[in-house]
């Protein structure tokens, strides 16, 4: 099983993107779970540019989603909201034919992210995602590690109930 990551913070040392590495290290044999690292390099969402040739940084995202199972994703909050660059990104998913269905985890890596969630969920559900609730993990990373053994057990058991979700019958 193939899961694509995608982490809404641009930060070096973020911990939105530290914790979707070490769910990389905690998957089990046979799920992999590949980071994608290129939301800075998308340009700005233009449907007029999305109905002619698609940038090569677009079409890479849309290929990783398209291939994986799965999307895992860990995202900051900006001014009770979705980063501009993450939004931006999901953006041009929306048009995708392979979207659709695409179960999606969701990992909140701060108490204080509600508004965030909240918002990621509205516009994952409209864009037809297949949100795994179950599978979704609070944890607070704050002055904290995601090795840490209580983080490293919260992650371990979302992603075992989403890869039983994305392997269940009844998604495209």
Known sequence: ??????SGSL???SLNTGALR???KLAPEGVAVALYDGIGALPHFNHDVEMSAL??????LRRQVAAADGVVIACPEYAHGIPGSFKNALD???GMPDFPGKPVMLI???????HAQAALREVLTTMSARLVPEADVAVELRNRSADEPEIAQALRTGL???VEACGSEGHS
């Not at 099983?1 to 995608?6: I, N, Q, R, V």
């Not at 940038?55 to 890479?60: F, G, L």
């Not at 909140?108 to 509600?114: D, G, H, I, L």
């Open 108 to 114: 909140n890596t701060s108490p204080r992210a509600s």
């Open 22 to 24: 070490a769910l990389q």
């Open 92 to 94: 041009w998913l929306v």
């Open 11 to 13: 930060r070096a040392g």
């Open 55 to 60: 940038p090569e940084s677009v079409v890479e």
């Open 160 to 162: 075992a109930a989403f």
């Open 1 to 6: 099983m193939h899961l694509l990551a995608l």
